[in-house]
């Protein structure tokens, strides 16, 4: 007998493809998949448990899922992912409405699981993550045009601050080939702008030690019928000059570097246990501008961190006051349980982190304004995504907005534009942060 299965993704790209994977073995089992819980049989929720604002995120939607059960509108309720993974007893306890879980390791165990939950077995599935499984199928959710490869699961960076690596275990590149033929599938159905993900891209194949680089990789994809190939993350000791050559030569790689930095200050990285100082930041945006001037950088950075005072703060500030890094996330430091971090002394006081946070906002929104303006007069290769009817204009992504982090260009046209193609958009003006123009005919 087939259920009706309903599944939300939290979280990140990564945690995404993890979904996509479920819903694939579920259709592959004979069940029906929706992305509406309410009259579905079982919610599969994928949740991250990366920070605390994840967290929160994560158990405010497993009790806006419990109260669909409770009013008789959704049978059984399975949680997966990070949260169960780092907060199994927990859950078990406190959390009563879940009926079952599955661990980050047990991605590949859906079906099993919602077959015993549907018999009234309280299922929790944690396998070893370091055998997870990320080869199968998948059922790509993200629209027709753009699509992620995920190319290594989990991380071994081991940065004082983060516990990605006890969620999701050690770097694990995957198969060079498996990844094409997965590539190859995606350009077939029509993907135009390929996504490659990891927690760090740069180390691709260093484990596997069969050759195969990040640069090898690219270089293969870059074969594939995509219009356009996005890089996330790159950690900047890795990043090699052969890696730099690659990006710069081919085509189809878009001149958008996704660095995530953290901080600039030569004590505050080292604390992180970083391996990079700032001299090498700024030696490596050098080499990255000169080798492509056009150059986009999105970066995250993180205020309070243990042993920022004003001084270090204020260094951050004018680091990115003069770098003008164009897409920036800041996040407040969030002491999490098990890092190395949360015990470490010169802890900053909430309040005062945050209200550092609001102060690179605001410095970054400024940087942001400049560099639409530098902007004007030029034409943008733009992926159009349709149009919206807020707006009253077409809007899409030119080489410097990635998916869902970034922001869009909206555009007048003559002709209705379909959604997936590429046009030319001379941009005129920006509002709300938005670069805005016309399509050149």
Same mark, same amino acid.
């Given at each position: 007998?087939?259920?009706?299965?309903?599944?939300?993704?939290?979280?990140?790209?990564?945690?995404?493809?993890?979904?996509? @994977?479920?819903?694939? &073995?579920?259709?592959?089992?004979?069940?029906?998949?929706?992305?509406?819980?309410?009259?579905?049989?079982?919610?599969?929720?994928?949740?991250? !448990?990366?920070?605390?604002?994840?967290?929160?995120?994560?158990?405010?939607?497993?009790?806006? &899922?419990? @109260? &669909?059960?409770?009013?008789?509108?959704?049978?059984?309720?399975?949680?997966? !992912?990070?949260?169960?993974?780092?907060?199994?007893?927990?859950?078990?306890?406190?959390?009563?409405?879940?009926? !079952?879980?599955?661990?980050?390791?047990?991605?590949?165990?859906?079906?099993?699981?919602?077959?015993?939950?549907?018999?009234?077995?309280?299922?929790?599935?944690?396998?070893?993550?370091?055998?997870?499984?990320?080869?199968?199928?998948?059922?790509?959710?993200?629209?027709? /045009?753009?699509?992620?490869?995920?190319?290594?699961?989990?991380?071994?960076?081991?940065?004082?601050?983060?516990?990605?690596?006890?969620?999701?275990?050690?770097?694990?590149?995957?198969?060079?080939?498996?990844?094409?033929?997965?590539?190859?599938?995606?350009?077939?159905?029509?993907?135009?702008?390929?996504?490659?993900?990891? @927690?760090?891209?740069?180390?691709?194949?260093?484990?596997?030690?069969?050759?195969?680089?990040?640069?090898?990789?690219?270089?293969?994809?870059?074969?594939?019928?995509?219009?356009?190939?996005?890089?996330?993350?790159?950690?900047?000791?890795?990043?090699?000059?052969?890696?730099?050559?690659?990006?710069?030569?081919?085509?189809?790689?878009?001149?958008?570097?996704?660095?995530?930095?953290?901080?600039?200050?030569?004590?505050?990285?080292?604390?992180?246990?970083?391996?990079?100082?700032?001299?090498?930041?700024?030696?490596?945006?050098?080499?990255?501008?000169?080798?492509?001037?056009?150059?986009?950088?999105?970066?995250?950075?993180?205020?309070?961190?243990?042993?920022?005072?004003?001084?270090?703060?204020?260094?951050?500030?004018?680091?990115?006051?003069?770098?003008?890094?164009?897409?920036?996330?800041?996040?407040?430091?969030?002491?999490?349980?098990?890092?190395?971090?949360?015990?470490?002394?010169? @802890?900053?006081?909430?309040?005062?982190?945050?209200?550092?946070?609001?102060?690179?906002?605001?410095?970054?929104?400024?940087?942001?304004?400049?560099?639409?303006?530098?902007? &004007? !007069?030029?034409?943008?290769?733009?992926?159009?995504?349709?149009?919206?009817?807020?707006?009253?204009? /077409?809007?899409?992504?030119?080489?410097?907005?990635?998916?869902?982090?970034?922001?869009?260009?909206?555009?007048?046209?003559?002709?209705?534009?379909?959604?997936?193609?590429?046009? /030319?958009?001379?941009?005129?003006?920006?509002?709300?942060?938005?670069?805005?123009?016309?399509?050149?005919?």
């Amino acid at each position: 007998m087939g259920y009706k299965i309903a599944f939300v993704s939290l979280g990140c790209s990564k945690n995404l493809i993890n979904t996509e @994977q479920m819903m694939a &073995l579920c259709r592959q089992a004979g069940h029906q998949i929706t992305g509406e819980a309410e009259g579905a049989d079982v919610a599969v929720l994928n949740t991250c !448990g990366f920070i605390e604002s994840a967290k929160i995120e994560a158990i405010d939607s497993i009790l806006q &899922l419990a @109260q &669909l059960k409770q009013e008789g509108k959704l049978q059984k309720l399975l949680v997966a !992912g990070c949260l169960p993974q780092r907060y199994r007893e927990d859950i078990a306890q406190e959390l009563p409405e879940v009926d !079952g879980m599955l661990g980050a390791g047990s991605y590949t165990d859906v079906v099993r699981a919602v077959e015993n939950v549907m018999a009234g077995g309280r299922p929790e599935y944690f396998e070893d993550v370091r055998k997870a499984y990320d080869d199968g199928e998948r059922v790509v959710t993200t629209p027709p /045009w753009t699509a992620f490869l995920k190319i290594a699961e989990g991380c071994s960076n081991a940065c004082a601050f983060c516990v990605i690596p006890r969620i999701r275990g050690p770097y694990r590149s995957r198969k060079q080939e498996a990844l094409l033929a997965e590539a190859k599938s995606l350009a077939e159905r029509g993907v135009k702008e390929l996504i490659v993900i990891a @927690q760090d891209i740069t180390r691709y194949g260093q484990d596997r030690k069969d050759g195969t680089s990040l640069a090898t990789l690219l270089n293969e994809l870059c074969k594939l019928d995509f219009h356009w190939i996005r890089l996330h993350y790159l950690y900047p000791e890795a990043v090699t000059g052969e890696l730099i050559e690659t990006m710069a030569r081919q085509k189809k790689i878009l001149h958008y570097v996704d660095i995530p930095i953290q901080h600039c200050n030569d004590g505050i990285l080292k604390s992180m246990r970083r391996r990079n100082t700032k001299q090498d930041l700024l030696d490596l945006f050098a080499k990255l501008r000169q080798a492509m001037p056009d150059v986009i950088f999105r970066t995250s950075l993180i205020c309070g961190l243990p042993g920022e005072g004003e001084a270090e703060f204020e260094e951050l500030c004018e680091f990115l006051q003069e770098q003008k890094l164009q897409r920036v996330g800041v996040f407040q430091f969030s002491p999490e349980e098990g890092t190395l971090a949360a015990k470490m002394e010169g @802890q900053v006081d909430p309040e005062t982190a945050g209200h550092r946070v609001e102060l690179l906002l605001d410095l970054q929104s400024r940087i942001m304004d400049q560099w639409n303006e530098s902007q &004007l !007069g030029r034409t943008l290769e733009v992926l159009c995504e349709g149009f919206d009817s807020q707006a009253g204009l /077409w809007a899409g992504r030119s080489y410097a907005d990635s998916a869902e982090v970034d922001g869009r260009v909206l555009f007048t046209s003559p002709e209705p534009v379909e959604a997936g193609r590429f046009v /030319w958009v001379r941009i005129t003006g920006s509002a709300g942060g938005e670069l805005t123009g016309q399509i050149l005919e």
